[in-house]
């Protein structure tokens, strides 16, 4: 699951058991991404708080599903095909409409976000997300102002910035410690938007 030792649910006590019980799924299944911060609990706390707040908060107004869409085109960018798999399966049940999601992933794995069936704001949160995730030295305030431009308010600018940074930051966690979906159930999330503290996965 990792190429570093972790802890399975069935063993874990004391303050990893607690954590753990916030964050489980089925049958008490926890993702691979968070099994992999077993041995410092702590970081697993700060991953899920991040998380949820970036993704899955009341106080976005950036629709989940095009927040999910950024999550799946950064992955993608980083070559990580655990969150790619995890957020896609997630997007799909978002947008309930199979056809669009599976043209939106087809846009992403060509590279280019303007084949997408998206409007032409996401589109460009999308070029935005590909420089802030593969050049980000080379950001200026027009690329903002371009956003903006788009219909962007700085709010919003602000939930694309920090769900492509939130991504970039989970694949290179997965990609550094060989995390698999081995034993993963795909497309689970903490949907309780209106809680930040519950972070269970349904």
């Known amino acids: 699951?990792?190429?570093?030792?972790?802890?399975?649910?069935?063993?874990?006590t004391g303050?990893?058991?607690?954590?753990?019980?916030?964050?489980?799924?089925?049958?008490?299944?926890?993702?691979?991404?968070?099994?992999a911060h077993s041995?410092?609990?702590?970081?697993?706390?700060?991953?899920m708080a991040m998380y949820k707040a970036v993704l899955h908060h009341s106080g976005n107004v950036i629709p989940k599903w095009f927040l999910e869409v950024l999550g799946v085109w950064v992955s993608s960018l980083n070559r990580c095909?655990?969150?790619?798999?995890?957020?896609?399966?997630?997007?799909?049940?978002?947008?309930?409409?199979?056809a669009r999601g599976?043209?939106?992933?087809?846009?992403?794995?060509?590279?280019e976000p303007g084949q997408a069936p998206l409007d032409a704001a996401q589109v460009a949160a999308m070029y935005y997300a590909r420089?802030?995730?593969?050049?980000?030295?080379?950001?200026?305030?027009?690329n903002v102002e371009r956003l903006r431009s788009a219909g962007w308010d700085d709010g919003e600018i602000l939930e694309i910035n920090q769900v492509c940074s939130y991504f970039s930051y989970a694949n290179r966690t997965v990609l550094g410690l060989g995390c698999s979906t081995d034993g993963d159930v795909l497309g689970l999330s903490p949907n309780?938007?209106?809680?930040?503290?519950?972070?269970?996965h349904r």
């Not at 699951?1 to 874990?12: L, Q, R």
């Not at 420089?131 to 027009?142: C, F, V, W, Y």
Request: aromatic share 6%; charged share 25%.
């Open 81 to 98: 095909g655990y969150c790619v798999e995890h957020h896609f399966a997630g997007l799909q049940r978002l947008l309930q409409d199979e």
């Open 39 to 47: 041995l410092r609990p702590h970081s697993m706390e700060g991953h």
């Open 192 to 200: 309780n938007s209106k809680n930040p503290d519950d972070w269970g």
């Open 15 to 35: 303050r990893l058991r607690k954590l753990y019980d916030r964050v489980t799924g089925p049958d008490n299944n926890v993702d691979n991404i968070m099994m």
């Open 102 to 111: 599976n043209a939106i992933r087809a846009a992403i794995e060509a590279g």
């Open 1 to 12: 699951m990792s190429w570093i030792k972790t802890i399975p649910y069935v063993e874990a």
């Open 131 to 142: 420089q802030l995730t593969e050049a980000p030295a080379d950001l200026t305030e027009a």
